[in-house]
């Protein structure tokens, strides 16, 4: 035991100079700085890749990068400051592949995203007023207009008071602000309180599924997952191709539980929370097996407001985070979390760098 609070030790520390963005990682050069980015290079195990990270003819930060797991990592490889009004990127050096080194030199024009995305970043309003004010700036995207939980039902007061006794705890008081409001992005939505309600009963009402039986949820879902199910709360409907669903897991998380996520293999796996505080996951029937559950940097449940936040990131700003071209890298200095910057090679003299912080991919980011 002691040798494991040990190693969980050793993590942690390696992971908060990582996202600290030291050792491994250079500041911007001498000037403002907007946000931050880190650049997290996919190739394969063994694989090097070591390069000079020039902004507006700048040498801000040098990357120097062996992989030890193949794919996208969680953590950055690197992390440097963004300046202000940068409009240009480039990255020279050289990547190993197998046995063979070759040199890169390449340079994208960039678009900052910031003038949309900035109203959901700023911090010293309610969360639920930097919603709107998102809303304004991508109102083809996000509607929200108030309500009253599905007053029609049931006021969202009562509502929450009894999804409060049928858990058996206290909800977020975050999730009780959704009460006052109808919020749809796209085709997807947060449920009225008089709808909100356990995992369970909404697949078996909305999935298709049975309890038991060919297509029973105690045949599909192991008892750990059937479990989690049977005491969450549904709070989010994602209408695509299948159902999808982001919930709110009173429990929280099972020290070293898989987060199922995307990428990112070799991670040290769930770590404990805030007391009381629960996890929140995404499911999807295509995977319903293993919910992916939302972590924060150093691997622990991310907060609520995190977590309803993040909703908008991939629904929302997935809508204008896409270059226009190959030569075009986007940005986000409104971000307060560094930017994921997704490093690849399409050939060995062919880098391609793109923002990954607003994709589908559920909680890589």
Do not use: C
Not at 23 to 36: E, I, M, N, Q
Not at 92 to 110: E, L, P, R, Y
Not at 331 to 339: E, I, M, T
């Amino acid at each position: 035991m002691a040798q494991r609070r040990s190693i969980l030790a050793g993590i942690s520390a390696w992971l908060a100079t990582v996202f600290a963005g030291a050792p491994g990682s250079v500041s911007a050069a001498d000037g403002p700085t907007a946000g931050r980015a880190g650049i997290h290079p996919w190739i394969n195990a063994g694989d090097k890749v070591v390069a000079d990270v020039i902004v507006d003819g700048k040498l801000v930060a040098q990357l120097d990068h062996q992989a030890t797991q193949p794919g996208l990592k969680k953590p950055p490889a690197l992390v440097f400051g963004l300046p202000v009004g940068l409009k240009r990127m480039r990255l020279k050096g050289q990547v190993t592949q197998g046995a063979k080194t070759s040199s890169f030199d390449k340079t994208w024009t960039v678009r900052d995203m910031a003038p949309f995305s900035a109203p959901l970043y700023e911090q010293g309003k309610p969360w639920i007023e930097r919603v709107r004010g998102l809303a304004k700036k991508l109102e083809d995207t996000i509607s929200i207009e108030p309500g009253d939980g599905g007053a029609k039902k049931k006021p969202a007061k009562a509502a929450f008071a009894d999804l409060e006794k049928s858990l058996g705890v206290a909800l977020p008081p975050l999730v009780k602000v959704l009460g006052d409001w109808r919020i749809e992005i796209g085709d997807s939505y947060f449920l009225s309180a008089a709808d909100m309600g356990k995992v369970t009963d909404l697949l078996l009402r909305e999935g298709g599924y049975q309890r038991t039986g060919a297509n029973g949820l105690d045949r599909i879902l192991s008892p750990a997952v059937r479990a989690r199910y049977d005491r969450s709360l549904a709070v989010f409907i994602e209408v695509g191709d299948g159902l999808g669903v982001m919930a709110w897991d009173p429990v929280g998380a099972t020290p070293g539980e898989p987060p199922n996520t995307w990428g990112d293999k070799g991670n040290p796996g769930a770590r404990p929370g805030t007391p009381n505080e629960g996890l929140w996951y995404w499911l999807h029937q295509d995977h319903i097996a293993t919910p992916e559950l939302l972590l924060d940097d150093d691997y622990r449940p991310k907060t609520t407001e995190a977590a309803l936040t993040h909703v908008f990131q991939r629904f929302a700003l997935s809508d204008v985070d896409s270059p226009e071209t190959d030569d075009e890298l986007v940005v986000d200095s409104a971000n307060p979390r560094a930017n994921l910057l997704q490093l690849h090679f399409d050939g060995p003299r062919k880098p391609r760098l793109w923002l990954r912080s607003y994709d589908y991919h559920y909680s890589l980011y």
